[in-house]
C-alpha cells in the first residue's frame, strides 16, 4: 500500500504529531455525544492515557504534561479513542461527571455566534458548578 | 473585565487564530450529533462560513480555501457555530448528506483503537459511498 493508503486505509496507528509534537484530541461525551473540550496531546500524554485510560493531554500554556482532573476532580474516563483518516485528530468517547469546562459549565462549548451575527454570541448552557469554589480547593 | 475574563465569560466573539492565523473548526452532525471532521479555518473562511452558512475550510496541505463539497458534492450546512471557553476552537453544528470524508465513509472518524491496545485499530463503520466515483468526475 502507498503510504497515504496505508495510514487511510490500514489499521495500523500511526499518530501524526505535528511540529511540536502535539495532536488535536477532542473529548466527546459517551452518553450524550456533546463535544466537552478540545486539548493536545504528546506522545507520553497519548501513552498514559491509553495505558490508564483516564485522559492525559500536553498544556500548552504550562508546557507540562495535564492529567485532567486532578486539580479539579473532573476527570475523564476514556472509553473509546477514534483516529481520522489522516490520522492527526483522535476524538476521545469520555464518562465524565459534571462540569468539564474550568469556567463552570459542562463543556467549553457554552456559546453560539447569533444567527446572522458574526461577531455576537448567546449563552447556550448554564453553569453546574462554582469554580471558585472548586479551584481555590 | 480582565482580558482573560472578557474572553471567557464575555459575549463579543473575537476568535483567537493561531500563529498561521488560523482557528481549529470540528463539523459534528446537527442531527446525529456525530464528529464528521476536523479542519482549520482562516479569518476569510470564517467570514464565508457565516455570510454563506455553507462551510468553509482552509486547506493546510493546498494552502487555499476550501469550500467543503465544491468537489465532492458533499457540502455542510451550518445550522450553528459553537465557540469554546477560549475562543481559539469552534464546533460546526451542520446538515450534511451521505459522506463526508474523502476515504467513503460518513465521518473521518471510522476507526478506533482496539480496547487494550496502542497500535491495532478496527473499523466502526462502513463506507456509504464510492470515492472513486465522485473524485473522478
Not at 7 to 26: C, H, Y
Not at 110 to 118: E, P, T, V
Request: net charge neutral; aromatic share 8%.
Amino acid at each position: 500500500m502507498a503510504t497515504d493508503k496505508k495510514i487511510e486505509e490500514g489499521l495500523e496507528f500511526v499518530p501524526k504529531f505535528d511540529s511540536n509534537g502535539l495532536i488535536t484530541a477532542i473529548a466527546q461525551d459517551a452518553e450524550t455525544n456533546q463535544v466537552l473540550m478540545v486539548a493536545y496531546m504528546n506522545r507520553e500524554a497519548l501513552e498514559l492515557t491509553t495505558k490508564t485510560k483516564n485522559a492525559v493531554y500536553f498544556s500548552r500554556s504550562r508546557r507540562k504534561l495535564w492529567k485532567k482532573g486532578e486539580q479539579s476532580g473532573h476527570i475523564q474516563k476514556v472509553e473509546q479513542i477514534l483516529v481520522d483518516c489522516d490520522q492527526d485528530c483522535l476524538v476521545l468517547k469520555v464518562r465524565v461527571d459534571q462540569g468539564q469546562c474550568h469556567v463552570g459549565y459542562q463543556s467549553c462549548f457554552y456559546r453560539a455566534l447569533k444567527n446572522g451575527s458574526d461577531k455576537e454570541m448567546e449563552l447556550i448552557a448554564e453553569k453546574v458548578y462554582d469554580p471558585k469554589e472548586t479551584y481555590t480547593k
